[in-house]
Nanobody
Framework: QVQLVESGGGLVQAGGSLRLSCVAS??????ANWYRQAPGKQRDLVAT???????IYAESVKGRFTISRDNAKKAVYLQMNSLKPEDTAVYYC??????????WGQGTQVTVSS
């Protein structure tokens, strides 16, 4: 069994930055994703990082967000720069683990004020 613990959310002004962290207990990520869900909206994929380190981003965050990983720490990060009010959402980490399958973090709130 794997648990994902997220941290790093908070309140920031537009144009500011936050760094989200997602740490796995018990296993190392294969692929990992960050999703977000705004009130009343569906959960959308924000960024993906493969086991080899390649990444893919939603168009809305390209050039502003960076996903990265540290296998030694069993962690995945989402660096968010130039934040906009429309980035406000609960952000969820989703990880794929070779033996255990897919797991979700508990979510962390990001609020961007204008």
């Amino acid at each position: 069994q794997v648990q994902l613990v997220e941290s790093g959310g908070g309140l920031v002004q537009a144009g500011g930055s936050l760094r989200l962290s997602c740490v796995a207990s018990g296993s190392t990520f294969s692929a990992a994703n960050w999703y977000r869900q705004a009130p009343g909206k569906q959960r959308d994929l924000v960024a993906t990082i493969s086991s080899g380190g390649s990444s893919i981003y939603a168009e809305s965050v390209k050039g502003r967000f960076t996903i990265s990983r540290d296998n030694a720490k069993k962690a995945v990060y989402l660096q968010m720069n130039s934040l906009k009010p429309e980035d406000t959402a609960v952000y969820y980490c989703n990880g794929h683990f070779e033996v255990w399958g897919d797991f979700w973090g508990q979510g962390t709130q990001v609020t961007v004020s204008s």
